[in-house]
């Protein structure tokens, strides 16, 4: 039938519209998407040819990416799996309300949880895989403030005790606790990954996929359909290091990787974007980065609405509501959605004029939505060549009633009064009596209860328990004496610099018949600056993709070669994203049961300093391997100036629990470090991992002195003795590192002014102070036993005269050893900003060359009486030296 003609502009638009919708209908109607696609391509193509700019838009309307014509039915029972997550839901909240009953103010989160339920539960019920299936099942990062749930389930899988719950965030109890959040340190045989620091789980998370292909790439392991699975909060999201590396996820097409960003729209204080749409503010982030995204919004009772959404009405409205809006429409009544939501329109009045105000205010949100949930996780489950985000609006403090639901104070929620866990325990259907609720105890049903069964079942089919972390690699023989011993002898009257050194013994391992397949060298864009270039050509750069591309210097030597079976892990300028690697390698044997071994090198001021959180979190992991601070020392890298010049990573280092740090000099002391690491982490397993400075200068490596092996390992060897064993004034000189040569330099100064002076190496003062506190805590704890002796201490018994130590970087670091020195330790440090300038003007500057190393022995010796104070003045003039030049650490 013909329209009839229309009247004028509007109704001659609303029936093109109608015209144009009616035509698309019935390409729709063919069934074949492309068609549509291609459809609307040329339209907009012709559009724009005819002088028709389209506005850019990065999203799509604010509903459901999936229509339910798409949708299938989720398989099991949705009633048990309902009662099921009740009771995680009741005993998640049972367990934060009793700790803080017990102590208060012990935290713990409850609103959380509460919103993530059904995120959490789908994904347990029908998608994550334990380990026990084919591969290695999926690699999940749980969200740090949801692990009272996680507990929770695990509750109910029988995997803990009533009484580790009880102990929740009372870790020291005898019993064991529970900790507060993921940290695989302290419960190593269930927390795989740490996710607390925001930020940090999404972007090891990203890492992880990628390292998963490369171990893959590189037949180190079976290809599997592992998947990575993070969930963050939606206000998570603002840390820099949650999105910073979304686009590698996409560019490396990780369709191994689901992220589902729980959009309660709130974070701690408030609103995520009060003024604004997080949803939609991610979803054109995401897309324009690359990744699919499926947007769940709206639950199942929303459906009939929208169907009945012709001209986009409710959708437009849908869109307009800000997330501040939104958070009030939670904490309302059905009549305030209806006046102030579907009232903007008298035709959204008219759409819901058959629900009742409490039907209105029971429409559910899509990440409540068991069946919306189910289908979003299928859908990025095979998604192919795209990683998956899945963006799930719920309410947060789900359930929590007046206690907390969608409030801003929610976050911090320990406390529930009667009635609250009353209305909580009657809207979730726990059978626990009103005489019993005061005591807010925990629940689980019988075992042959059916919720007991099918959760039981539901494991089995997908592989056992998640979370589980397990060690299941074999320990490595590594003899590999071969590899090192070139390094004991020196280098035979050439020049040297640690790194090249390095280098050199990096490209002996890569050649290794036994472990040479398993190190993984990762470097952030620097490998130029540490002249490790070679090694793009000789064992190659990661690529998935391989190398599309002739490279410009293919007709050289040592050309950039990217290959699918690459090594090198060359991350581009990001050392987040090289620690993210480094933790992914250096977890595997507990992840994949591969003992890769990974050596991630980077300009050492960019480690500790700027990533140090990220570290802390590979503690947490009990991650393996090595760290090397490159261009280190704060006067030993030359030119560079404030930002670059490192004085501290060896102060951070040192609070690293599980991380042994050194400061070696020479090449020999570099061999029996890595060698000897190799053996504690992948022979004998060890949990700990190594952070070794090395430097640019070069000079000649001296032949390893015999015995120094056991004092290079613990921390210091008498290098060099006086040859004068005669004179009266005595000295020991203490030097790391690059400045060891200037401590050697100064014990031929002091000769000259009657001073016999020995010199030792200190390769580690954070391994001398643990060690001289493990001795004092234990002496102290066992007072009628024979006292133990400190290393240091032993070391400096019989040696005579005044301490000095000198160091490139802060004086702390030398002083932490003072408590256990025979006389008090002279320290020279660091302390200050550095400066563009030469080495030799460095340590004049900070007054740690090899004059100042003399003059303040020779300080030392005036106040002990040795010699006189004329001789340290003619000393400082000899040296040239300004007694009123600026103090470096404050200038
Ligand atoms: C790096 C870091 N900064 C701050 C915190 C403290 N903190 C814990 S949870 C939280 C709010 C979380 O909001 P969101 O990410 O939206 O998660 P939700 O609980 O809403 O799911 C904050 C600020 C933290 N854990 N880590
Ligand atoms: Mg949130």
């Not at 947007?295 to 009939?304: H, Q, T």
Request: aromatic share 10%; proline share 5%.
């Amino acid at each position: 039938m013909r329209n009839p003609a229309p009247k004028d502009n509007a109704e001659l638009e609303a029936l093109e519209q109608r015209e144009w919708r009616e035509a698309l209908d019935y390409v729709i109607q063919q069934n074949d998407r492309g068609r549509v696609q291609r459809l609307l391509a040329t339209l907009r193509h012709h559009a724009r040819i005819s002088g028709v700019a389209l506005p850019f838009s990065a999203v799509t309307a604010y509903v459901n990416s999936i229509q339910p014509n798409q949708e299938t039915p989720i398989p099991g029972s949705q009633e048990i799996e309902r009662r099921i997550k009740s009771l995680i839901r009741w005993n998640a909240m049972a367990m934060v309300v009793r700790a803080n009953r017990v102590s208060d103010g012990i935290g713990g989160h409850i609103s959380t949880y509460a919103s993530a339920a059904t995120l959490y539960e789908v994904a347990f019920n029908h998608f994550f895989r334990g380990k026990g299936r084919e591969g290695d099942g999926d690699i999940v990062y749980f969200q740090g403030h949801a692990s009272p749930g996680i507990y929770a389930r695990a509750f109910l899988e029988g995997r803990l005790s009533q009484e580790r719950l009880e102990n929740f965030r009372h870790e020291t109890r005898p019993a064991g606790g529970l900790s507060s959040y993921p940290h695989p340190w302290l419960m190593p045989d269930f927390w795989e990954f740490p996710t607390v620091s925001m930020g940090l789980g999404p972007i090891m998370s990203i890492y992880q996929a990628r390292f998963n292909r490369y171990l893959e790439d590189r037949n180190l392991k079976k290809p599997s359909t592992t998947k990575v699975w993070a969930f963050l909060g939606d206000g998570e999201t603002d840390e820099p290091e949650s999105l910073g590396a979304i686009s590698l996820a996409a560019r490396e097409k990780l369709d191994n990787l689901i992220w589902v960003i729980n959009c309660n729209l709130q974070r701690l204080d408030g609103p995520v974007r009060g003024n604004g749409q997080i949803v939609q503010e991610l979803e054109a982030i995401f897309r324009g980065a690359g990744w699919n995204v499926i947007k769940v919004l709206w639950g199942s009772d929303w459906d009939p609405l929208l169907a009945k959404d012709h001209d986009g009405l409710l959708a437009k409205r849908m869109g307009e509501v800000v997330d501040g809006q939104y958070q009030k429409y939670t904490v309302q009544s059905g009549a305030y959605l209806r006046e102030h939501f579907f009232g903007a329109d008298p035709r959204l009045l008219d759409m819901v004029k058959h629900l009742s105000d409490d039907q209105l205010k029971r429409l559910r949100l899509g990440g409540h939505d068991p069946m919306k949930v189910y289908n979003a996780y299928k859908y990025a489950v095979e998604t192919k060549g795209q990683p998956t985000v899945i963006l799930a609006r719920t309410i947060k403090g789900y359930g929590m009633g007046e206690a907390g639901e969608g409030k801003n104070v929610t976050h911090q929620q320990k406390k529930m009064n009667e009635a609250d866990l009353r209305s909580f325990r009657t809207r979730f259907g726990i059978p626990i009596s009103d005489e019993q609720i005061a005591e807010t105890p925990f629940y689980k049903p019988a075992e042959d209860s059916p919720e007991l069964q099918y959760i039981r079942e539901r494991r089995k089919a997908l592989g056992g328990s998640v979370p589980q972390r397990s060690v299941r690699v074999e320990p490595l023989k590594v003899p590999l004496e071969a590899v090192f011993e070139e390094f004991y002898k020196g280098t035979e009257g050439r020049k040297a610099s640690t790194t090249m050194v390095f280098v050199r013994m990096l490209s002996k391992l890569l050649r290794d018949k036994e472990i040479g397949d398993l190190i993984v060298p990762i470097v952030p864009d620097e490998a130029r600056t540490f002249g490790m270039e070679a090694l793009f050509r000789a064992v190659g750069i990661y690529s998935h993709i391989g190398q599309r591309y002739e490279p410009v210097d293919m007709d050289t030597l040592l050309y950039y070669k990217e290959a699918k079976d690459g090594q090198i892990l060359e991350e581009g300028i990001t050392e987040a994203g090289s620690v993210a690697s480094f933790i992914a390698a250096g977890t595997a044997y507990a992840t994949h049961g591969v003992n890769t071994i990974p050596f991630f090198i980077y300009y050492s001021m960019f480690g500790f300093q700027r990533v140090g959180d990220l570290i802390w979190a590979g503690s947490d992991s009990r991650v393996r391997g090595f760290l090397l601070g490159g261009t280190s020392g704060r006067t030993t890298l030359a030119g560079e100036g404030l930002q670059h010049q490192d004085g501290n990573s060896l102060v951070y280092s040192l609070c690293y629990p599980n991380c042994l740090s050194y400061d070696p000099a020479y090449a020999y002391e570099l061999a029996v470090i890595i060698q000897d690491g190799i053996k504690r982490m992948y022979q004998d397993q060890e949990s700990v991992f190594y952070y070794l400075t090395v430097m640019n200068e070069q000079y000649v490596m001296p032949e390893m002195p015999p015995n120094a092996r056991e004092g290079i390992l613990k921390g210091m060897y008498k290098f060099k003795a006086s040859p004068d064993t005669r004179s009266k004034p005595r000295a020991q000189l203490f030097g790391s590192g690059a400045i060891l040569n200037e401590v050697v330099a100064a014990q031929e100064l002091l000769q000259k002014y009657g001073v016999a002076a020995d010199v030792w190496s200190v390769t580690s003062y954070t391994e001398l102070y643990r060690d001289g506190h493990t001795c004092e805590r234990w002496n102290m704890l066992h007072p009628a036993e024979p006292p133990k002796v400190p290393y240091v201490t032993q070391c400096l018994k019989d040696a005579p005269g005044v301490l000095v130590a000198a160091s490139d970087y802060c004086k702390v670091l030398p002083d932490a050893i003072d408590r256990w020195t025979p006389r008090k330790l002279r320290t020279l440090g660091t302390d200050g900003f550095g400066r563009s300038e030469d080495r030799a003007a460095l340590r004049e500057f900070f007054e740690v060359d090899a004059r100042f190393i003399a003059v303040a022995t020779l300080s030392e010796l005036l106040k002990e009486g040795q010699v006189d104070a004329k001789l340290v003045a003619q000393a400082i003039k000899d040296f040239g030296i300004n007694p009123d030049k600026p103090n470096p650490a404050v200038s």
